[in-house]
């Protein structure tokens, strides 16, 4: 409090009928109960938030700044208020942070923490849901191409604006799945959103969800554990409020039914090879990580199939740029991606990645490491097929989400 500091968390910006928009500080690691929202005469003050300087040096920057007074009293208001909220760091926070890991810990399964919000929360309304919204109206229901399905590449957009594609992803595995009776493991990769101390996290804990619990394969989740050379278990509480794992789980038991499977819930954070740019096999720890992934898929055989739950790009005011997309910008944005995505499905890892990370900043795909991840586990290069792109824009300012799903298949 003497000299405050954020936590990392998730900074969007939205419309707002008062002040025309407004800063939305969003705890990706499920501790804080809620949002914080800030107002634009706020924002200078909370940006210095930093832990450099404290609330009198920072009134008087920011009085600096705007040509106007400000009282250290109100800077130390909202450095209360946030710290209260448990969006600094600090005794309060670590408090809370102890006491939901421990709660955590002794789970016996991951609850589904989106359900009844992003997706519906009630098994028969869930199941039309799905069946009707997304694999039906893809139209991909009895769909098949020849060989085997290794692998899936699916949205992780809230349900209810992926619904076509997911169900492009999942009407493709269940058609292929009719005819397979080997599979029974998913390896499920999903895109961190909450910040990671390791490069991967894994969690050994069933994920729950309205149809029923998808179980771990505990095996192969600690043969990872026991390759690894960093502790995979330090950001296991990501995948407490981590809706990229959660979303796959769901269409995963839909389409799965009674029939007996497990997943090997995998988060893919990577983030300091995102930040510096460099391919993640240059990292001695992630290089061996992924080569027990790959050898732990190798000894299974048939019997694996990869997931990734990850979305493309996010550009538009909510997430920093200026102005929305245009009808050529959306163009270009989709060239953009398409290459990218063709690079995926020539399942070619080290160029799917050098191509994203060249203008991650501008395209912010936050789908970059666990696509990568599951490029790099593919075993024998299988074909990968395109099978729905699309760009989700935003009714009040235009920002656009956009998203895939692929299928590989031998």
Known sequence: MVRPRLRAVETIVVPD????????????????????????????????????LTCTQIAREVAHELGGEVETAVVEDIAMQLDAGLFLE??????????????FAQLPSRPASHAGGAYPGERVELTEYIDHACIRASKSRGKTSRGHLRALISPHIDPWRGAIGYGHAYGALAASLAGDEDVDTFVVLGTSHAPMSAPFALCRKGYETPLGTMPVDEAFVDELAAAASFDPYADELNHKREHSIEFQTVFLKHVLGERRARIVPILAGLGAEQASGHAPRTTAPVARFLDALKEGIAKRGKRVVLVAGADMAHVGPRFGDPTPH????????????????????????????????SDLDERRVCGL????????ALPSNPRGELLHYEQNIDPDDGSIVSYASLVFRD
Do not use: C, N, Y
């Open 90 to 103: 600090g005794e309060t926070f670590a408090r809370a942070l102890d006491r939901v890991r421990s709660d």
């Open 369 to 376: 490491a666990p696509i990568f991840s599951l490029l790099d």
């Open 326 to 357: 245009d009808a050529t910008m959306r163009a270009d944005l989709e060239r953009v991606d398409r290459v990218s995505l063709d690079l995926a499905a020539r399942s070619d890892a080290t160029s799917f990645w050098e191509d994203v990370a």
């Open 17 to 52: 009928a008062r002040h025309g928009k407004v800063l939305v500080l969003r705890d990706t690691q499920g501790i804080a109960a809620g949002h914080a929202v800030l107002p634009p005469a706020l924002i200078p003050i909370v940006a210095r938030f930093t832990g450099r």
